[in-house]
């Protein structure tokens, strides 16, 4: 049942955003006019998610008055989303087992679909992709369909290419020399040159992924042996890739120059080697962690061993500094540091920078859970929970007929009234992004009693997209690249709002400041991107996690 992918034989520059602390100016156009409530179906997107079909003909065959709506992740409607993770295992009988536990625990970094590639004791590779968690892609009839002793896999959160089943990953192509297959983690900068420059040639592309542009030029590439295909290949890419690639006999781990995303290596009790993501993986399967994959390195694995290769001259390391803000798991062990301590000390810059009478710390959970922490050790002020989130959202709602202000977050957080009644708060979050869900926050915690609300965020400001495979909104659309500090804590509603000093930041991480990227903070971007960025394919928004466009939305809901 293996995939094969076959072959044959305007451009606009990104301005620098404004400093948000400087200039005060006008409120955005998406917070200036309100959401627009649709008229009538004709309002909907031209490829409307399935979800959003089931609802609507759950709707159409009811007799009830109530309206359902397709929901994505009310937690999540404005965090940055990391665009996947990846897995690669050589060497283990249970290969394809392995890897989707090694999924499952990189599921943080992708729910829209997964995917895993084995090869099969007669060298063939087989491959099992599907829309969704790894848990609703995956059972034990298709585990078995997966033989072999070396695998990769993928988990997805799109940032180029729509999400529909043919962009999953692995993608597994046949080409003159047998098959690869590919797993990537980052986004392509000059995807689209690359791209047309195939096409010029002949090539005929069957995803509109930036990773299937990597299958084709090593299909290209006359360098031999395959490991220099690879090399040949990624010399071309601009942007950030941490790959892996598997063949009939060799596993290939490959992260570009720059290191921007993260890929780990590690080893199981029986020899078999491992590459992963993060290094939450390699702890679920027992593996023991040995390195990072250094930036511009090439590792390939086969039966005579392990063998490392350079890439291409390395520049000054620019290591994704959100890795350690949200998107890693805090029992991780990103670019050498704790993410636990990175966020708890964050936490306790906050608290000494930032202070302020209070009786009770809580945190947006659950990724500002470990910042909040350390904000309350240092102010010596408890930490409780005063927001619970539910673990158990799906993705379709019934909304009662009667509306329900800011539905969205109140059935995905749930203020604890005993906690927060009367007292003055300190809500630590990881970010704000668009401002939206931060609004809402203040408005439930006052709804529940709390006298002050006041908002520390673990971060400094994001005034700039990423072009290096985190799904961020432009940088017009961000409201710290719009207003300053202090209009912020206006349309959000809090009483006081403070941000993780840059300057600070850089000083916590010594000596290792210069090899983190911080363009979402201040738009020095280190592959300057001379693309417009590549958005998310049907009209999807990070920001409320909603389908369709401004138009559609209100509150947090498509009609």
Not at 257 to 270: A, I, T, W
Request: one cysteine or more; charged letters at 20%; proline letters at 6%.
């Amino acid at each position: 049942m293996a995939a094969t992918t076959s072959f044959s034989s305007s451009l606009s520059l990104i301005p620098k955003p404004n400093n948000p602390y400087t200039t005060s100016k006008p409120l955005p156009p998406l917070f200036s006019k309100p959401f627009l409530k649709p008229p009538h179906l004709s309002l909907l997107p031209s490829s409307p998610s399935p979800s959003l079909i089931h609802g609507l003909s759950s709707y159409f065959s009811s007799p009830s008055p109530a309206t359902p709506f397709d929901y994505q992740d009310a937690e999540d409607d404005e965090k940055p989303r990391e665009e996947c993770g990846v897995v690669g295992i050589y060497g283990d009988p249970e290969a394809s087992r392995l890897c989707y536990l090694a999924l499952h625990a990189l599921q943080h970094r992708g729910q829209e679909g997964a995917g895993i590639v084995t090869v099969s004791n007669d060298k063939v590779l087989q491959t099992i992709t599907g829309v969704g968690l790894v848990s609703e892609v995956f059972n034990e009839s298709k585990l078995d369909q997966l033989p072999g002793e070396f695998a990769i896999g993928h988990v997805r959160y799109s940032t180029a290419g729509a999400s529909m089943l043919k962009n999953v990953q692995p993608f597994v192509a046949g080409y003159r020399f047998g098959s690869i297959g590919v797993a990537h983690n980052g986004n392509l900068v000059n995807y689209k040159t690359l791209r047309a420059m195939l096409e010029e040639n002949g090539s005929i592309f069957n995803t509109s992924s930036d990773t299937e542009v990597v299958l084709h030029l090593i299909a290209i590439s006359k360098a031999r042996p395959f490991f220099m295909r690879i090399i040949d290949a990624c010399e071309k890419l601009q942007g950030a890739y941490s790959m892996v690639f598997v063949t009939e006999d060799k596993l290939v781990a490959v992260r570009d120059p720059y290191g921007f995303r993260p890929l780990v290596m590690g080893r199981r009790s029986n020899g078999a080697v491992v590459f992963a993501s993060e290094t939450c993986a390699l702890d679920l399967i027992e593996a023991t962690y040995e390195r990072e994959v250094y930036p511009g390195e090439v590792l390939v694995v086969d039966k005579d061993g392990v063998k490392s290769q350079c890439l291409m001259p390395r520049p000054e390391t620019k290591q994704c500094i959100f890795e350690h803000i949200y998107f890693s798991l805090p029992n991780s062990i990103v670019f050498g540091r704790s993410v636990y301590e990175s966020r708890h000390v964050f936490g306790e810059i906050l608290a000494t920078e930032s202070p302020v009478e209070c009786d009770v710390v809580i945190a947006v959970p659950d990724s500002g859970v470990v910042a909040a922490l350390g904000y309350a050790a240092k102010s010596g002020v408890q930490f409780q929970q005063g927001l619970i989130r539910s673990h158990y959202v799906g993705r379709t709602f019934i909304e009662p007929s009667q509306k329900i202000r800011d539905f969205g977050v109140k059935l995905k957080l749930s203020p604890v009234r005993g906690v927060l009644e009367g007292k003055r708060v300190v809500v630590v979050d990881d970010s704000i992004v668009r401002g939206t869900t931060s609004s809402k926050i203040v408005r439930l915690l006052r709804e529940a009693g709390a006298k002050e609300v006041h908002m520390r965020i673990a971060s400094p400001p994001i005034v700039a997209s990423c072009y290096y495979g985190v799904d961020t909104p432009s940088s017009e659309e961000l409201i710290s690249n719009r207003l300053s500090v202090e209009e912020i804590n206006e349309f959000i509603g809090s009483d006081s709002l403070a941000f993780l000093s840059f300057d600070t930041l850089k000083k916590h991480l010594g000596k290792d400041s210069k090899s983190f990227c911080y363009a979402c903070f201040t738009g020095d971007y280190p592959v300057k991107p001379t693309e417009v960025k590549v958005k998310r394919g049907g009209g999807d928004f990070i920001d409320d996690g909603l389908v369709g466009s401004f138009e559609n939305i209100e509150a947090g809901w498509v009609r």
